[in-house]
Nanobody, 118 residues
Framework: QLQLVESGGGLVQAGGSLRLSCVAS????????MGWFRQVPGKERERVAA????????YYADSVKGRFTISRDNAKNTVYLQMNSLEPEDTAVYYC???????????WGQGTQVTVSS
């Protein structure tokens, strides 16, 4: 399993942007699909975006399509989530995940808080 560390969360006004980063430790990063999830207290964890290890396949939740972009740099063992046009409804703890295939995630980060003020 990979060890994942997220960063880049914070407080931003509605309409603003943030870029989350997730750095992985381990030699198999480039062979892992990566994903971002988010969770609000009292609610289930929600899929946000995912990317295959070759970057040929990406997935976005309907609620973030056109606003969020997932990307990865295998040379840096890092996956990114660029979040634009943020809305208060995007407020959540965002988690990075890794696995053998999209949605087959076995490794999870500790999460980073994103708060969007109206």
């Amino acid at each position: 399993q990979l060890q994942l560390v997220e960063s880049g969360g914070g407080l931003v006004q509605a309409g603003g942007s943030l870029r989350l980063s997730c750095v992985a430790s381990g030699r198999t990063f480039s062979r892992n699909a990566m994903g971002w999830f988010r969770q609000v207290p009292g609610k289930e964890r929600e899929r946000v975006a995912a990317i295959s290890w070759r970057t040929t396949n990406t997935y976005y939740a309907d609620s973030v399509k056109g606003r969020f972009t997932i990307s990865r740099d295998n040379a840096k063992n890092t996956v990114y989530l660029q979040m634009n046009s943020l809305e208060p409804e995007d407020t959540a703890v965002y988690y990075c995940a890794a696995g053998a295939a999209i949605w087959d995630f076995a490794s999870w980060g500790q999460g980073t808080q994103v708060t969007v003020s109206s």
